[in-house]
């Protein structure tokens, strides 16, 4: 069902809202209103790592509703997802995340370059590149 509702979807706009939200959450000052709830220690490494994998989820969902709609207007079957294209997303993703830390760093607001967020950026990444194909096929209902 969820297959009818993504296939209309454009190609693209599925990553552009995740890099928007990774953006905000990311460089603006005071992105959530504080809050008294005490979340585990670094709690953030999680959200990060979060945040980069659901971008590589929805960079993977992107290319396969692209494929998609390669084929419906040529009759070609599009080729596979290969491992090449994952690594390249993965890493992708993880330098917009140094990217991310260091502008954090620059723009002077109160947020600073944290090189244990970039690490969980790039396991976030790496992680769900192995688990996104799977699932993005679950989710389009393709074997």
Same mark, same amino acid.
């Given at each position: 069902?969820?297959?009818?509702?993504?296939?209309?979807?454009?190609?693209?706009?599925?990553?552009?809202?995740?890099?928007?939200?990774?953006?905000?959450?990311?460089?603006?000052?005071?992105?959530?209103?504080?809050?008294?709830?005490? %979340?585990?220690?670094?709690?953030?490494?999680?959200?990060?790592?979060?945040?980069?994998?659901?971008?590589?989820?929805?960079?993977?969902?992107?290319?396969?509703?692209?494929?998609?709609? *390669?084929?419906? /207007?040529?009759?070609? %079957?599009? *080729?596979?997802?290969? /491992?090449?294209?994952?690594?390249?997303?993965?890493?992708?993703?993880?330098?917009?995340?140094?990217?991310?830390?260091?502008?954090?760093?620059?723009?002077?607001?109160? *947020?600073?370059?944290?090189?244990?967020?970039?690490?969980?950026?790039?396991?976030?990444?790496? /992680?769900?590149?192995?688990?996104?194909?799977?699932?993005?096929? %679950?989710?389009?209902? *393709?074997?």
């Amino acid at each position: 069902m969820l297959q009818k509702y993504l296939s209309r979807v454009y190609p693209g706009i599925l990553s552009s809202v995740v890099v928007m939200a990774i953006l905000w959450l990311t460089l603006a000052p005071h992105p959530l209103p504080d809050s008294d709830v005490s %979340l585990f220690e670094h709690a953030d490494k999680v959200v990060h790592a979060l945040m980069f994998g659901g971008l590589v989820f929805a960079l993977v969902v992107d290319r396969e509703l692209c494929r998609q709609r *390669r084929y419906e /207007l040529s009759g070609k %079957l599009p *080729r596979g997802g290969n /491992l090449a294209g994952l690594l390249v997303i993965a890493v992708a993703a993880t330098l917009f995340g140094g990217g991310i830390e260091l502008l954090q760093s620059w723009m002077g607001l109160g *947020r600073g370059c944290d090189l244990l967020d970039f690490l969980a950026d790039a396991a976030g990444a790496f /992680l769900s590149a192995a688990v996104s194909p799977s699932l993005a096929s %679950l989710l389009l209902h *393709r074997r």
